[in-house]
């Protein structure tokens, strides 16, 4: 079945340095969403990617699916503080849509 | 305001002794969703309803139960605890939109430890 993988699992980023999470799939995703949770909170939405090739930016952040749907890279810009936390993509499962897959996360950590 | 609200929010009880942890969403939502969180894993999906009356397996549906009885609520039961079940659980609500598409709003969470 359909399986949503995610890398790197920890990403150690000096303030100021740019830094790249993916998400990939063995199968074509319908859909995919990112989520970012900061320490102690809950999963927050972020954006979602539906065609092939998308490409969407918020402030430093640019969110892109591929060619082929079956993967998605989250790129952060110039990294802040602010963005310490643990960084999800999720897809829904194309025959079955209720079931949500969410990758294992990328957890970020900020040094100033 | 806008919410998903969940309790209790931490509980330590012992293998055996059912519980039940609630979760009320305010937005109208038809898509209800059970989440447990646990370190290296992800959120991984234990059921999820579409609508009132209509419940679905997650990925890890074993030793759980869900009910929607009414569109805001989605209880969480556990029948006979073990500590295997020691974890963060998240409640999630959305619209039901064409192919699924829509963005999961979550609760703050449970935070559940069977000794």
């Known amino acids: 079945g359909q399986q949503v993988m995610q890398i790197p699992q920890y990403q150690h980023v000096q303030e100021g340095e740019d830094f790249t999470t993916y998400c990939n799939s063995s199968?074509?995703?319908?859909?995919i969403q990112w989520y970012k949770q900061r320490p102690g909170g809950h999963p927050v939405f972020l954006i979602q990617?539906?065609?092939?090739?998308e490409v969407k930016k918020q402030k430093r952040l640019t969110f892109q699916f591929g060619e082929a749907k079956k993967n998605s890279s989250l790129h952060i810009t110039a990294t802040q503080t602010t963005d310490v936390g643990t960084y999800f993509c999720?897809?829904?499962?194309?025959?079955?849509?209720?079931?949500?897959?969410f990758g294992a996360g990328t957890q970020v950590v900020v040094t100033p | 305001e806008a919410q998903v609200t969940q309790n209790p929010r931490y509980l330590i009880t012992v293998t055996g002794k059912k519980l039940t942890v609630t979760c009320s969403q305010n937005?109208?939502?038809?898509?209800m969703s059970w989440y447990r969180q646990d370190p290296g894993l992800g959120l991984r999906q234990i059921y999820y309803?579409?609508?009132?009356?209509?419940?679905d397996k997650g990925d890890v549906p074993e030793g759980y139960k869900v009910s929607r009885k009414e569109k805001r609520n989605f209880p969480l039961i556990l029948e006979s605890p073990s500590p295997n079940q020691t974890s963060l659980y998240f409640c999630?609500?959305?619209?039901?939109?064409?192919?699924?598409?829509?963005?999961?709003?979550f609760g703050d969470g449970t935070r559940l430890s069977i000794l």
């Open positions: 199968t074509t995703l319908s859909n």
């Open positions: 999720a897809a829904h499962q194309t025959d079955s849509w209720g079931k949500l897959q």
């Open positions: 309803s579409m609508n009132v009356e209509v419940t």
């Open positions: 999630a609500s959305s619209l039901v939109g064409t192919g699924g598409n829509q963005p999961q709003h």
């Open positions: 990617l539906v065609k092939s090739g």
């Open positions: 937005m109208n939502h038809e898509y």
